[in-house]
């Protein structure tokens, strides 16, 4: 398996552009996970799915961010618009099942500009 | 909210010397995770713990939890270059779920 594929690997855009970061996760997992990793702040949890769907999404900033799962097979998360705060490592994870370890992509490095 | 305090924030060690790094939780623990990552690369997943007094190895890298303390502790025995990274341990969010929450790590360099 080729594991939790992520892209862009990075992205470079400007303040007030549209990003989208793409998640394909694990073939088979039931739950996805979208993370974002600052310096300052470690590895926060933005949006889960379970089965495609949102579970919580308590965890996304403001309505600048959206996330979709219109499949199992992948996702997105959207900001838009993007603002130079918003410079992060987003991760995107999966895991078979709810409390059951999860896997992580290598991450879309995003610097807005 | 549940925070999860990892210590130290970053350790250097010498090569073949002996490691610990702790994580504990604000909260009680139902299930904690311990991950590797190498700079600019994912979170490589080790081991996961969810029972009090559960104890797990793999190759140098022993994990225990201990509920009554709600707390962690990653030892590395005979550490090598190959060790280094940042050691994260992420715990379940029971309030909402069971996606997880995560410490903000701890930095280990081994030096020859």
């Known amino acids: 398996d080729a594991g939790v594929i992520q892209s862009p690997r990075h992205e470079v855009t400007e303040m007030g552009q549209e990003v989208t970061l793409r998640c394909k996760p694990i073939?088979?997992?039931?739950?996805l996970f979208w993370y974002r990793q600052t310096m300052m702040r470690g590895l926060e949890l933005l949006i889960y799915?379970?089965?495609?769907?949102?579970?919580?999404d308590s965890g996304m900033p403001e309505d600048r961010f959206s996330a979709k799962m219109p499949n199992a097979s992948f996702s997105t998360l959207k900001i838009q618009p993007s603002e130079p705060r918003d410079s992060a490592v987003y991760f995107c994870?999966?895991?078979?099942?709810?409390?059951?370890?999860?896997?992580f992509g290598q991450g879309t490095r995003l610097t807005v500009v | 909210s549940q925070e999860l305090e990892q210590s130290p924030q970053s350790l250097i060690v010498q090569e073949g010397k002996n490691l610990t790094i702790n994580c504990t939780s604000s909260?009680?623990?139902?299930?904690l995770y311990w991950y590797k990552q190498k700079y600019g690369e994912g979170l490589i997943f080790l081991m996961m713990?969810?029972?009090?007094?559960e104890e797990k190895s793999h190759e140098k890298i022993t994990a225990k939890l201990d509920e009554k303390k709600q707390q962690s502790s990653l030892h590395i025995t005979a550490s090598q270059p190959s060790h280094a990274g940042i050691y994260l341990c992420?715990?379940?969010?029971?309030?909402?779920?069971?996606?997880?929450?995560f410490g903000k790590g701890t930095s280990l360099l081994v030096t020859p």
């Open positions: 799915f379970n089965n495609n769907v949102p579970i919580d």
């Open positions: 909260k009680t623990l139902y299930g």
């Open positions: 992420g715990a379940d969010r029971v309030d909402s779920g069971y996606a997880l929450n």
């Open positions: 994870a999966s895991s078979w099942t709810m409390n059951t370890e999860a896997f």
């Open positions: 073939s088979g997992h039931n739950s």
């Open positions: 713990l969810q029972k009090g007094g």
